[in-house]
């Protein structure tokens, strides 16, 4: 079979070199893809939410399965496109149609949901401009910090975190008033600050079973000790030590049974990747927010710990034959580094030649902004490549990433040297 992978991150080449390994998959597609996905399969330079541009080259290739790595696609209802048209509608895609992605889509339809669900999350509320003065006036409930979440997407930028409460008052107005962060700021949800410790849970759905995939933590901040702004993700780990059976039976009981039951019973015909963002207060669950597609860098260490046929999986989900199929682990801890441009998550600049990536072989090195250019593999993107590695231990994996880090350069190369260290 031929499958085509949109997106151009860490998380395809993850999924593109997962699947290479299956001997199930005849040729991959890569949409745009990276300087790493194309030493794997075809990259094809397209935007992946131009649906008739997917449609071509679903035609064009002989495709037999679609798989979505980023949010916008499924967001602007791709899976949608797919099933209303007749040329495609038996191609099956890999991520949830445009009512299943409002979960990522949208903050106030997703608080809804667990709120309807009784899936355990912060108190809130949501806002809009005519209600600015009453969100102002629920800010004053809450102890510091204050949490504001623009509705929409927003890059991963919608989410401020304030002390002041006055501070918090400006920005609720800057994000309603003012549109900082434009249309996707249009509603603000305004919700309780939690105290505990993240992580993240993977489920994938074929809307009626559901396998729990390997648990991971990633570090946000760009910062060492986790200081500075948020980015896109510096670094992370699986599993998660603290996340062990007992808390993860509480995770499947209180969030995932709930949640795929909700989306049942709402209706909601669900095939794809779940993403549970969590925080472990006091060894209880609470689910921050959804993504309706895998976590990057996370991807980077579920799937190299996944050591059967990831295509096995996804045929589950397209044929809604999951409950049939098994899958395997290892046991060993994996973690990842993420090299990032001079600059990153502000003003950066592209273009860098990047030396000695082809010359790590203890590691595995997922190119993520990257692209070629006269035979030279140069910089593209504020998050430039992940270095994961394994090892029997966070520690010992970690040593090994770094060392391999080492071999690595170009100009202004920018990483965390404290990945995991608040769990070792």
Same mark, same amino acid.
Do not use: C, W
């Given at each position: 079979?031929?499958?085509? +992978?949109?997106?151009?991150?860490? &998380?395809? $080449?993850?999924? /593109?070199?997962?699947?290479?390994?299956?001997?199930?998959?005849?040729?991959?597609? !890569?949409?745009?893809?990276?300087?790493?996905?194309?030493?794997?399969?075809?990259?094809?330079?397209?935007?992946?939410?131009?649906? #008739?541009?997917?449609?071509?080259?679903?035609?064009?290739?002989?495709?037999?399965?679609?798989?979505?790595?980023?949010?916008?696609?499924?967001?602007?209802?791709?899976?949608?496109?797919?099933?209303?048209?007749?040329?495609?509608?038996?191609?099956?895609? +890999?991520?949830?149609?445009?009512?299943?992605?409002?979960? #990522?889509?949208?903050?106030?339809?997703?608080?809804?949901?667990?709120?309807?669900?009784?899936?355990?999350?912060? &108190?809130?509320?949501?806002?809009?401009?005519?209600?600015?003065?009453?969100?102002?006036?629920?800010?004053? /409930?809450?102890?510091?910090?204050?949490?504001?979440?623009?509705?929409?997407?927003?890059?991963?930028?919608?989410?401020?975190?304030?002390?002041?409460?006055?501070?918090?008052?400006?920005?609720?107005?800057?994000?309603?008033?003012?549109? %900082?962060?434009?249309?996707?700021?249009?509603?603000?949800?305004?919700?309780?600050?939690?105290?505990?410790?993240?992580?993240?849970?993977?489920?994938?759905?074929?809307? %009626?079973?559901?396998?729990?995939?390997?648990?991971?933590?990633?570090?946000?901040?760009?910062?060492?000790?986790?200081?500075?702004?948020? /980015?896109?993700?510096?670094?992370?780990?699986?599993?998660?030590?603290?996340?062990?059976?007992?808390?993860?039976?509480?995770?499947?009981? &209180?969030?995932?049974?709930?949640?795929?039951?909700?989306?049942?019973?709402?209706? !909601?015909?669900?095939?794809?990747?779940?993403?549970?963002?969590?925080?472990?207060?006091?060894?209880?669950?609470?689910? !921050?927010?959804?993504?309706?597609?895998?976590?990057?860098?996370?991807?980077?260490?579920?799937?190299?710990?996944?050591?059967?046929?990831?295509?096995?999986?996804?045929?589950?989900?397209?044929?809604?034959?999951? $409950?049939?199929?098994?899958?395997?682990? /290892?046991?060993?801890?994996?973690?990842?580094?993420?090299?990032?441009?001079?600059?990153?998550?502000?003003?950066?600049?592209?273009?860098? %030649?990047?030396?000695?990536?082809?010359?790590?072989?203890?590691? !595995?090195?997922? $190119?993520?902004?990257?692209?070629?250019? #006269?035979?030279?593999?140069?910089?593209?993107?504020? &998050?430039?490549?992940?270095?994961?590695?394994?090892?029997?231990?966070?520690?010992?994996?970690?040593?090994?990433?770094?060392?391999?880090?080492?071999?690595?350069?170009?100009?202004?190369?920018?990483?965390?040297?404290?990945?995991?260290?608040?769990?070792?």
């Amino acid at each position: 079979m031929n499958i085509l +992978i949109l997106g151009s991150g860490g &998380r395809e $080449h993850a999924f /593109t070199l997962k699947l290479s390994q299956s001997n199930k998959v005849d040729k991959l597609f !890569i949409a745009p893809g990276n300087a790493g996905t194309q030493k794997l399969g075809t990259n094809v330079n397209i935007n992946p939410t131009d649906f #008739e541009a997917v449609k071509k080259v679903v035609l064009d290739h002989e495709i037999g399965m679609v798989v979505v790595g980023p949010e916008a696609p499924l967001v602007d209802g791709v899976h949608d496109f797919f099933l209303q048209d007749k040329d495609i509608k038996n191609v099956p895609v +890999i991520g949830p149609k445009k009512d299943g992605a409002l979960l #990522e889509g949208s903050k106030d339809f997703s608080k809804q949901f667990m709120e309807k669900h009784q899936i355990p999350t912060a &108190r809130y509320q949501s806002f809009n401009s005519e209600t600015l003065e009453e969100g102002k006036q629920f800010l004053e /409930t809450f102890n510091p910090p204050y949490v504001l979440k623009a509705d929409g997407l927003a890059a991963g930028k919608g989410v401020l975190i304030l002390n002041s409460l006055e501070e918090a008052k400006r920005e609720l107005e800057e994000m309603l008033s003012n549109k %900082k962060f434009g249309d996707a700021s249009s509603t603000v949800v305004i919700e309780e600050f939690l105290d505990g410790i993240e992580l993240s849970v993977f489920v994938l759905t074929d809307g %009626k079973g559901y396998k729990v995939l390997p648990s991971a933590k990633d570090y946000k901040r760009i910062g060492e000790g986790d200081t500075g702004l948020n /980015t896109g993700g510096m670094g992370a780990i699986s599993p998660v030590p603290f996340a062990n059976q007992e808390f993860l039976d509480k995770v499947e009981e &209180r969030v995932i049974k709930p949640t795929i039951d909700g989306l049942q019973q709402d209706g !909601i015909d669900y095939r794809g990747f779940i993403f549970i963002g969590l925080m472990n207060v006091g060894g209880d669950p609470y689910v !921050i927010e959804y993504n309706v597609r895998m976590g990057d860098p996370e991807t980077e260490v579920v799937l190299p710990r996944i050591t059967s046929d990831l295509y096995d999986l996804f045929e589950g989900v397209a044929n809604q034959t999951l $409950h049939e199929k098994t899958y395997e682990v /290892t046991a060993k801890v994996a973690t990842t580094v993420m090299l990032v441009s001079g600059g990153y998550p502000e003003t950066y600049e592209k273009g860098k %030649k990047i030396s000695g990536a082809d010359a790590v072989t203890e590691s !595995i090195v997922y $190119h993520a902004g990257t692209t070629e250019k #006269e035979d030279s593999i140069i910089t593209n993107g504020g &998050r430039v490549i992940a270095v994961t590695s394994f090892g029997d231990t966070i520690q010992e994996a970690l040593d090994v990433s770094y060392k391999s880090i080492e071999a690595i350069s170009f100009e202004k190369m920018n990483y965390r040297k404290d990945i995991g260290f608040d769990l070792i």
